[in-house]
Nanobody, 122 residues
Framework: QVQLVESGGGLVQAGGSLRLSCTASGSIFSINAMGWYRQAPGKQRELVAGITGDRSTNYADSVKGRFTISRDNAKNTLYLQMNSLKPEDTAVYYC????????????????WGQGTQVTVSS
């Protein structure tokens, strides 16, 4: 069984930085696209940033120039470096694997982590 575990959330003042990590564990052979999403209270979950297997990236307009998504395939880990944080970045952040292959060659889709809280105070 494959699991995603996120870490790195917390409380930070506006203008500060945080780095989120998401590590996949279990019977993984390879991971394709991955992404970070967030959900603020009373709002829908939204895509923050995505990265493909060949490391092409895309970002929500609201975080461009402030957030950087990256991945370490050897560690099956996804990162989100968040700089110049704003109170409106406050949300629960989730990582997601769009598609992965297990060690017994099964293809699986849409695996979510449990989420990590990011709170930015003004």
């Amino acid at each position: 069984q494959v699991q995603l575990v996120e870490s790195g959330g917390g409380l930070v003042q506006a203008g500060g930085s945080l780095r989120l990590s998401c590590t996949a564990s279990g019977s993984i052979f390879s991971i394709n696209a991955m992404g970070w999403y967030r959900q603020a209270p009373g709002k829908q979950r939204e895509l923050v940033a995505g990265i493909t297997g060949d490391r092409s990236t895309n970002y929500a307009d609201s975080v461009k120039g402030r957030f950087t998504i990256s991945r370490d395939n050897a560690k099956n880990t996804l990162y989100l470096q968040m700089n110049s944080l704003k109170p409106e970045d406050t949300a629960v952040y989730y990582c997601k694997i769009d598609r992965y292959t297990t060690t017994d060659w099964r293809v699986r889709y849409d695996l979510w982590g449990q989420g990590t809280q990011v709170t930015v105070s003004s």
